[in-house]
Nanobody, 124 residues
Framework: QVQLVESGGGLVQAGDSLRLSCTASGRTFGTYVMGWFRQVPGKEREFVAVISPTGITTYYSDSVKGRFTVSRDTRKNTAYLQMNSLKPEDTAVYYC?????????????????WGQGTQVTVSP
């Protein structure tokens, strides 16, 4: 079991940047695949980005490619999501998820551990 805590959300204008962080408990952070997902009221949780335990392999949804960057710092037990050129449609609650393994996954159901979420609101 691992506990995840997200932070960094807020209210910004379209075109601005924001960086989210996800800090994990314990000393096994380097063995987890870390994924970022987002959800709006009335819709299912959707995939945003994922990073492998090594930090070398990353994947992004088509809607955020070229704008978002996922990274991780093993020494700080933290994963990051750098969001640039934000759009109003990026508005959502953002969640980080973790799963033990080496294969990146893009389906929410594949992640057994989740943070509490952080609100990101982008004004037009």
């Amino acid at each position: 079991q691992v506990q995840l805590v997200e932070s960094g959300g807020g209210l910004v204008q379209a075109g601005d940047s924001l960086r989210l962080s996800c800090t994990a408990s314990g000393r096994t952070f380097g063995t987890y695949v870390m994924g970022w997902f987002r959800q709006v009221p009335g819709k299912e949780r959707e995939f945003v980005a994922v990073i492998s335990p090594t930090g070398i392999t990353t994947y992004y949804s088509d809607s955020v490619k070229g704008r978002f960057t996922v990274s991780r710092d093993t020494r700080k037990n933290t994963a990051y999501l750098q969001m640039n050129s934000l759009k109003p449609e990026d508005t959502a609650v953002y969640y980080c998820g973790a799963r033990l393994g080496t294969v990146p996954r893009t389906v929410p159901g594949d992640y057994p551990y989740w943070g509490q979420g952080t609100q990101v609101t982008v004004s037009p």
